[in-house]
């Protein structure tokens, strides 16, 4: 998955301009938001995978 994979599906789950990425941390990232666990290096697929376990009935629709 592609970076702007990842943020057209936070967008899509979480509404348009969202504070989410930046706000929110999870912690199967290691208690980091998605921008933080981006800028460590982890993978996009890595990041939506724990943002659907963390957060089930809001990504429900574009889960995987």
């Known amino acids: ?3 702007s994979d990842l943020r057209e599906r ?7 301009g969202s504070h989410f990425p930046v706000d ?3 912690s199967e990232l ?3 938001t998605v921008n933080e ?3 460590a290096g982890l993978e996009a ?6 943002v659907c376990k963390a957060h089930p ?5 574009y889960r995987y």
């Open 37 to 39: 666990a981006l800028a």
């Open 30 to 32: 290691g208690s980091r």
């Open 1 to 3: 998955m592609r970076i």
């Open 24 to 26: 929110i941390a999870i």
């Open 57 to 61: 009935k809001e990504t429900e629709k």
């Open 45 to 50: 697929d890595e990041i939506w995978k724990a």
């Open 10 to 16: 936070l967008t899509l789950s979480f509404g348009e």
